[in-house]
């Protein structure tokens, strides 16, 4: 048995606004000519050049550049908080996605969230 239901899943990724989720992490998005999409630089890997692209009417967003990462609210708090799709899910029930890297820190240096399951002071 799924650990949440398609339903609930489905209510997160519409109540979701993706070009929102992605700035409060610090990512600074512009808005291209094309309505409801966006692009910017991707905080996952060292970019200069903006190989990020975000689609606020689908709720997806693409890196173009060197990670070549994608897909919906929930993988992208799994890459930037570098948890897992469950873990994802319980951060967005509690209201909390966006705290931890929200200093604009990039991803690839934000601290893993510790896991109860494992012991105190070891990191994965």
């Known amino acids: 048995m799924a650990r949440f239901s398609e339903e609930e899943l489905?209510?997160?990724?519409r109540n979701t606004d993706i070009v929102t989720l992605i700035?409060?992490?610090?990512?600074?998005?512009?808005?291209?000519?094309?309505?409801?999409?966006?692009?910017?630089?991707?905080?996952?890997?060292?970019?200069?050049t903006?190989?990020?692209?975000v689609n606020r009417a689908k709720g997806v967003w693409q890196c173009k550049g060197a990670c070549g990462?994608?897909?919906?609210?929930?993988?992208?708090?799994?890459?930037?908080?570098?948890?897992?799709?469950?873990?994802?899910?319980?951060?967005?029930?509690?209201?909390a996605v966006?705290?931890?890297?929200g200093n604009g820190t990039k991803a690839a240096y934000?601290?893993?969230?510790?896991?109860p399951t494992t012991s105190k002071g070891r990191r994965s």
């Open 23 to 48: 700035e409060s992490y610090g990512t600074k998005l512009k808005e291209r000519p094309t309505p409801n999409e966006y692009m910017g630089c991707c905080p996952l890997h060292d970019d200069e």
């Open 50 to 53: 903006p190989s990020l692209f």
């Open 110 to 115: 934000v601290r893993r969230l510790e896991n």
């Open 98 to 101: 966006g705290r931890i890297a």
């Open 10 to 13: 489905d209510e997160i990724r």
């Open 69 to 95: 990462c994608g897909g919906d609210c929930f993988r992208w708090v799994m890459k930037a908080e570098k948890v897992s799709f469950v873990a994802s899910v319980e951060l967005f029930k509690a209201n």
